[in-house]
């Protein structure tokens, strides 16, 4: 080979890789500032989530277990504070789902949403954010755990997140609706879809535990 061609072959080696990088650091860049959304993974429906032990502490600074959800219908989700792109329509999603529910049906249904990050989003920073959305309701709940509690539980949902570099987190969009047991019985995945499913699901749970005297 000549040195022509030699030094045209290095100079496209070094373009190509000038263009791979400033391609990385586009993308990088968009990583950072985009929340990308993963696809939920399937899930075992029959088994309860209640079943999960571990300590978890709400927004209102109390230590429960998750099986303090007993007994009501419950529409979970999981987020995390400093987001905001999707988290934001997760949790109005829900309250969609529950405003859209007849009132005499409201009082036996739970609003659970659950931070990805036990960094940031201690239960003072929840109460924070409980505050700033005006979700002061008594049906809300949000949860602050352990990253191995928040992994398992994460699984049982079939939610899949991962951390970024920035802090902030990559992560399904669901919405679960879970029976009186805690059992998975309607999941709804993706941002601002109808609510008719959840609602006609949470009618059911409760008309058929008999939670509703008619």
Same mark, same amino acid.
């Given at each position: 080979?000549?040195?022509?061609?030699?030094?045209?072959?290095?100079?496209?080696?070094?373009?190509?890789?000038?263009?791979?990088?400033?391609?990385?650091?586009?993308?990088?860049?968009?990583?950072?500032?985009?929340?990308?959304?993963?696809?939920?993974?399937?899930?075992?429906?029959?088994?309860?989530?209640?079943?999960?032990?571990?300590?978890?502490?709400?927004?209102?600074?109390?230590?429960?277990?998750?099986?303090? $959800?007993?007994?009501?219908?419950?529409?979970?989700?999981?987020?995390?504070?400093?987001?905001?792109?999707?988290?934001?329509?997760?949790?109005?999603?829900?309250?969609?789902?529950?405003?859209?529910?007849?009132?005499?049906?409201?009082?036996?249904?739970?609003?659970?949403?659950?931070? $990805?990050?036990?960094?940031?989003?201690?239960?003072?920073?929840?109460?924070?954010?409980?505050?700033?959305?005006?979700?002061?309701?008594?049906?809300?709940? $949000?949860?602050?755990?352990?990253?191995?509690?928040?992994?398992?539980?994460?699984?049982?949902?079939?939610?899949?997140?991962?951390?970024?570099?920035?802090?902030? $987190?990559?992560?399904?969009?669901?919405?679960?609706?879970?029976?009186?047991?805690?059992?998975?019985?309607?999941?709804?995945?993706?941002?601002?879809?109808?609510?008719?499913?959840?609602?006609?699901?949470?009618?059911?749970?409760?008309?058929?535990?008999?939670?509703?005297?008619?």
């Amino acid at each position: 080979m000549n040195k022509l061609a030699m030094a045209v072959m290095i100079m496209l080696s070094l373009g190509g890789t000038t263009a791979l990088a400033n391609q990385h650091h586009h993308q990088e860049h968009q990583d950072h500032s985009h929340h990308v959304t993963m696809a939920a993974d399937s899930v075992d429906m029959s088994d309860s989530i209640y079943h999960l032990a571990g300590t978890w502490y709400t927004h209102r600074g109390e230590q429960i277990s998750l099986h303090n $959800f007993q007994g009501s219908a419950v529409v979970i989700s999981m987020i995390y504070g400093n987001c905001v792109t999707a988290c934001p329509v997760l949790v109005n999603d829900a309250r969609r789902i529950y405003n859209a529910l007849p009132e005499a049906y409201q009082s036996h249904v739970k609003l659970v949403m659950v931070s $990805f990050d036990d960094d940031r989003d201690t239960p003072a920073a929840l109460a924070d954010y409980v505050e700033r959305y005006k979700l002061n309701e008594s049906a809300w709940t $949000f949860l602050h755990g352990t990253d191995t509690d928040i992994r398992t539980l994460a699984t049982l949902l079939g939610i899949r997140y991962r951390k970024r570099d920035d802090g902030n $987190f990559d992560h399904s969009n669901l919405v679960t609706i879970l029976d009186e047991h805690g059992r998975i019985v309607e999941r709804i995945e993706g941002l601002n879809r109808p609510v008719e499913p959840a609602v006609d699901a949470l009618k059911k749970i409760i008309d058929e535990a008999h939670l509703l005297h008619h």
